[in-house]
């Protein structure tokens, strides 16, 4: 098994590189775990359990996308805010023909999101709102002000209509998603078979407590094998496709 450290940045990013053909939405999903399961640690956030190898390989993933979706949770537990390439990784993004940052796009139903991922970031990524058909016409409408109609997708009644949006995401020229979670949305992408990839940073640690695992919800049933793993001082970086 390769170590993480054998790797330049270019190496990694060629370990990384989408599949598919470039015209249907690739969904790549990205997560840390503990060894007992945890997705998270005592301080309810993930920041507490990954380690700088599974930062490496989330920067270089971030590198290769076209977009990071995360659901409205993650949004406001990790504190996200608009997306900037860190300068280490703009080559490989110009390289792979991608916008110079990534657009964030956050799913939920509520439109309760915080003021900080709404605030616009000069020198960072745009944002894109995935909400139902029947989220509150006012919030809808208070968004599509504030982010361009455009940017404000409706699919959905009650539930995002997950398989749907990602069609007309690949029609607007998004095709290489990254999901960084959580796991709410990550059921809900399993159970609409759109999990291509699970990227899986296992962290060397075990936390006890009642934090979730990556898919958490209805029980569902999505088999992967492994495309490759490499070792780090700290951190087991795997890689998961579809079986
Ligand atoms: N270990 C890791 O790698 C990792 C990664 C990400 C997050 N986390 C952790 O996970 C926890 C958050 O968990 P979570 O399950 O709340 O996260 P989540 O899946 O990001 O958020 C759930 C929320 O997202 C929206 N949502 C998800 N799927 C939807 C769908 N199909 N249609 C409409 N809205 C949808 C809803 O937002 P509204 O409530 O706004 O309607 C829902 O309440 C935090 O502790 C975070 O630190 C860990």
């Not at 958490?216 to 492994?226: H, I």
Request: aromatic share 2%; glycine share 12%.
């Amino acid at each position: 098994m390769r170590h993480l450290d054998e790797l330049s940045d270019e190496e990694l990013a060629d370990l990384y590189e989408y599949p598919g053909n470039g015209e249907s939405a690739v969904v790549r999903t990205n997560f840390v775990s503990t060894l007992d399961g945890s997705a998270t640690g005592d301080d309810g956030r993930s920041g507490s359990i990954n380690d700088d190898a599974d930062h490496r390989v989330f920067e270089a993933l971030r590198a290769l996308c076209d977009t990071v979706v995360i659901g409205a949770g993650t949004a406001r537990d990790e504190g996200y805010g608009r997306l900037r390439t860190p300068d280490a990784w703009a080559d490989v993004r110009e390289a792979h023909g991608l916008a110079e940052h990534p657009l964030l796009i956050l799913v939920s139903r509520s439109l309760d999101l915080p003021e900080k991922v709404l605030d616009a970031a000069p020198g960072a990524g745009g944002l894109m709102v995935l909400t139902t058909e029947d989220a509150d016409p006012g919030a809808v409408s208070a968004l599509g002000a504030l982010l361009g109609p455009h940017n404000v997708l409706r699919a959905g009644r009650g539930s995002v209509d997950l398989v749907s949006a990602t069609e007309e995401l690949a029609g607007r020229g998004l095709r290489r998603l990254l999901c960084e979670g959580g796991p709410q949305l990550m059921n809900d992408l399993c159970r609409a078979d759109l999990v291509d990839e699970l990227c899986l940073s296992l962290a060397p640690l075990l936390v006890g407590g009642h934090g979730p695992r990556v898919a958490a919800g209805a029980p569902l049933r999505t088999r992967m094998r492994l495309a490759h793993a490499l070792r780090s001082d700290g951190s087991l970086l795997t890689r998961w496709t579809r079986a």
